[in-house]
T-cell receptor, first 108, second 115 residues
């Protein structure tokens, strides 16, 4: 059974700092997703990572995938308050399974 | 990009009644759609996979007779919560895979409150 673990589950950080969210998964998959969710809203797609070594960047967010280690990271560079949200990773086996989410709170 | 809509966005119903939630793919066809439930401050839990032209596939622990799914066409799936109870109050989100299958498009969600 595919399991997806994210850590940390909660992160409070100062503006301007860098931090990384980790996503480990238990079985082989070559599709990993990162989503953002704002309170009361649905999911916003951030990245789709399809192959080992894939790296994608959008603004202050950068995601990477290591399929051999079954690990993806979401790196935040010079955080700003607008990035406060909950971030989910999800892995596509025969169905998409979500991690528990990381609630990111960026202090001004 | 592809758009998935849900209706209604919010619904309040009394305990014991049934509620239907619609999920539509607006500019693409979806032979498969997924239904998720999200409780406050928790992750999305897959409830079932809706298949056009055949029965839905339910995840373990999800009652088929309580959560009725009908995939009536290539652009519409419905979830009916029958005999709703307060513990069914949740945020229900549907999704559909894009044509390349690598992308998932999520609906805006339906917030159900059962009083």
């Amino acid at each position: 059974e595919l399991k997806v673990e994210q850590n940390p589950l909660f992160l409070s950080m100062q503006e301007g700092k860098n931090y990384t969210i980790y996503c480990n998964y238990s079985t082989t998959s070559d599709r990993l997703y990162w989503y953002r969710q704002d309170p009361g809203k649905s999911l916003e797609s951030l990245f789709v990572l399809l192959s080992n070594g894939a790296v994608k960047q959008e603004g202050r967010l950068m995601a990477s995938l290591d399929t051999k280690a079954r690990l993806s990271t979401l790196h935040i560079t010079a955080a700003v308050h607008d990035l406060s949200a909950t971030y989910f990773c999800a892995v596509d086996g025969d169905k998409i399974i979500f991690g528990k989410g990381t609630r990111l709170h960026i202090l001004p | 990009g592809a758009v998935v809509s849900q209706h209604p966005s919010r619904v309040i119903c009394k305990s014991g009644t049934s509620v239907k939630i619609e999920c539509r793919s607006l500019d693409f066809q979806a032979t498969t759609m997924f239904w998720y439930r999200q409780f406050p401050k928790q992750s999305l839990m897959l409830m079932a996979t809706s298949n056009e032209g055949s029965k839905a596939t339910y995840e373990q622990g999800v009652e088929k007779d309580k959560f009725l799914i009908n995939h009536a066409s290539l652009t519409l799936s419905t979830l009916t919560v029958t005999s709703a109870h307060p513990e069914d109050s949740s945020f229900y989100i549907c999704s559909a895979p894009g044509t390349g299958r690598y992308e998932q498009y999520f609906g805006p969600g339906t917030r159900l409150t059962v009083t």
